[in-house]
């Protein structure tokens, strides 16, 4: 039976891994297909389907997009987005310098609790890829200010912590409806992480086509509470690692897969929304 880890970030976003090792890692992991999940960026889409081609894994277009409400930051993935898109690349260029001016506001509100990190040091971390919070956490570690990266986040800079800035002004209908002018298939990523269930029919109304059911961040029984929301509202169940290369600690690749039929769902969703723009 073919498995897919449909959710992988490589160095042009947040993790630690190039193409090569992502496919490397791929291929180790006896996985028949992965997806190219990186923040507000579609820039290690082809290299990784270059690489894939020669060692027989399929990479999935896709991107993870970042929107906000008042009280809770979504994460949306999209799959199987046309990156050709040139107004496509144009917003995601406009959404990465953004990321950039947030890190300078970060920079000041950490400089009230002491804490000095040198913004150029982050941009330095992030290197080619778009710049993000888990840059900004592996600084202040260097710093010694911080135990550990969930000490950083708990107390600086996650959702709606003291020195949190957000970097878009994308609505959660905004996300959805991009993702879909762009092709691709709206899937609300690890939704617990959210932690706000009530908004989820919301985001359907909007056009949300599916769930990350499984996920690394996911118990058993939260996987299956999801399970059934997603019966209920004819959702895809998707599921990925959300694999960083080492940028959390381990290698997450492979850890959640899903059968390779749920790539097939998502092909003929983006089949329906592409005919149908």
């Given at each position: 039976?073919?498995?897919?880890?449909?959710?992988?970030?490589?160095?042009?976003?947040?993790?630690?891994?190039?193409?090569?090792?992502?496919?490397?890692?791929?291929?180790?992991?006896?996985?028949?297909?992965i997806a190219i999940c990186d923040?507000?960026?579609?820039?290690?889409?082809?290299?990784?389907?270059?690489?894939?081609?020669?060692?027989?894994?399929?990479?999935?277009?896709?991107?993870?997009?970042?929107?906000?409400?008042?009280?809770?930051e979504v994460h949306l993935l999209?799959?199987?987005?046309?990156?050709?898109?040139?107004?496509?690349?144009?917003?995601?260029?406009?959404?990465?310098?953004?990321?950039?001016?947030?890190?300078?506001?970060?920079?000041?509100?950490?400089?009230?609790?002491?804490?000095?990190?040198?913004?150029?040091?982050?941009l330095k971390k992030a290197g080619?890829?778009?710049?993000?919070?888990?840059?900004?956490?592996?600084?202040?570690?260097?710093?010694?200010?911080?135990?550990?990266?969930?000490?950083?986040?708990?107390?600086?800079?996650?959702?709606?912590?003291?020195?949190?800035?957000?970097?878009?002004?994308?609505?959660?209908?905004?996300?959805?409806?991009?993702?879909?002018?762009?092709?691709?298939?709206?899937?609300?990523?690890?939704?617990?992480?959210?932690?706000?269930?009530?908004?989820?029919?919301?985001?359907?109304?909007?056009?949300?086509?599916?769930?990350?059911?499984?996920?690394?961040?996911?118990?058993?029984?939260?996987?299956?509470?999801?399970?059934?929301?997603?019966?209920?509202?004819?959702?895809?169940?998707?599921?990925?690692?959300?694999?960083?290369?080492?940028?959390?600690?381990?290698?997450?690749?492979?850890?959640?897969?899903?059968?390779?039929?749920?790539?097939?769902?998502?092909?003929?969703?983006?089949?329906?929304?592409?005919?149908?723009?």
């Open positions: 039976m073919k498995y897919a880890d449909l959710h992988v970030h490589t160095f042009y976003s947040d993790s630690t891994f190039s193409p090569e090792e992502v496919i490397s890692c791929a291929k180790e992991m006896n996985l028949a297909a923040h507000d960026s579609i820039d290690g889409i082809e290299p990784c389907q270059k690489l894939g081609l020669e060692a027989g894994i399929e990479v999935i277009p896709a991107i993870e997009m970042t929107a906000e409400r008042i009280d809770a999209g799959y199987f987005v046309e990156s050709e898109e040139a107004w496509f690349r144009e917003k995601l260029k406009e959404i990465q310098r953004s990321r950039i001016d947030r890190i300078y506001k970060m920079v000041d509100k950490l400089k009230e609790f002491d804490i000095d990190v040198d913004p150029e040091a982050v080619k890829g778009t710049v993000g919070r888990l840059h900004m956490a592996q600084v202040i570690l260097d710093t010694g200010k911080a135990r550990n990266m969930k000490q950083v986040f708990d107390k600086y800079i996650g959702f709606a912590k003291p020195c949190y800035v957000a970097y878009t002004k994308f609505s959660p209908k905004e996300a959805i409806e991009t993702i879909l002018k762009a092709g691709g298939v709206p899937v609300l990523a690890h939704p617990n992480l959210m932690g706000r269930d009530e908004y989820i029919e919301e985001f359907i109304n909007y056009g949300l086509r599916g769930l990350e059911v499984y996920h690394t961040d996911h118990k058993p029984h939260v996987s299956r509470r999801y399970e059934l929301l997603a019966k209920d509202h004819d959702l895809i169940m998707t599921g990925g690692s959300d694999c960083h290369g080492m940028g959390k600690g381990r290698i997450l690749m492979g850890g959640v897969r899903v059968p390779y039929d749920v790539v097939e769902k998502l092909k003929e969703e983006a089949k329906i929304i592409k005919k149908n723009r």
